[in-house]
């Protein structure tokens, strides 16, 4: 019998656990064809959510979890859980319902059909701001512009992974991770289902507008290098356009002698200037900045406990 791993990383998720719990338990008894592992990544949780996963998985043996020493963050949480699930194909979903188990079995049949990667894309996505649907929309927008990768849109990590797919994911060990453009980074065979994104079914969401940024930041800087063209095109353009202007000043005061205006128009060249530097060397240093972190070669993640649907192991690294 084929086995179907659920990877649900869950941070502070007490409030919804049972309610997850309940429906992916009904979808596995639907599903008799398959076996299945509740896999869940408990991030560092400071609320009971350990507690309720430790009690599930006593009461059943298809629930298995990791444990981290600390929070690491749902894109670390998710390349542990693959690091971990037995699965010969590997869901991953929120803890928060936001993405509904009822779509499993659908996602299952088309990789049965031969697809290896099947996301789900959102046709409308409820209870989310206006500003969070339009910066997000644009910023996916960049993003595929100067990546030259296919990058699905509107979609999150819920998605059903073949085992090669897995095995091609845990070959990605840099630690400042953008999950879902690795998703597309990778290839293989991709099928896109549609759904509706529902609002979380209680708690409160983990990610803040700073969160965001960092990983749309992130997302750029570990996939392309094109804003350090960017530098190197305006450096180019606006060099240009002060050597013609040096130019043209030298013939001006040749010709015509000099007048002592000019003090404005030279501030604003020099702050002008001054800004592009700056910004330049940012770019470079964001960089330079992701160098230093992956030549620490530092471990991903650190677990406390690992239990694998049996026993428990307290981890020692
Ligand atoms: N999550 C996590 N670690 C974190 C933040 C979030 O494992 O540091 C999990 C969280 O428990 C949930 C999923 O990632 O299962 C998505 O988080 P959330 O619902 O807060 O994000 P949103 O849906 O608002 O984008
Ligand atoms: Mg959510």
Known sequence: MKTISILIPAY????VLDKLFIRLSKLANQEKEYDFEFFFVNDGSRDKTLEIIKDYAEKDTRVSYVNFSRNFGKEIAMIAGLDHVRGDATVIIDADLQDPPELIPDMIKLWEEGYDDVYAKRRSREGETWFKKTTSKLYYKSLQK???IPIQEDTGDFRLLDRRVVEALKLFRESQRNTKAMFSWVGFNKKEILYDRDPRAAGETKWNYVKLINLAIDGITSFTTAPLRISTVLGVIVSVFAF????????????FGTDLAGYPSMMAVILFLG???????????????????????????????????????????
């Open 12 to 15: 502070n998720e007490e409030a």
């Open 244 to 255: 013609l202007y040096l130019l043209f000043l030298v013939i001006r005061t040749t010709f």
């Open 146 to 148: 100067v990546t030259n």
């Open 275 to 317: 800004g592009v530097q700056l910004l330049s060397l940012g770019i470079i240093g964001e960089y330079i900045g992701r160098i230093f972190n992956e030549t620490k070669y530092r471990p991903l993640y650190l677990v406390e406990e690992y239990h694998n649907g049996k026993a428990t192991k307290k981890a020692r690294n």
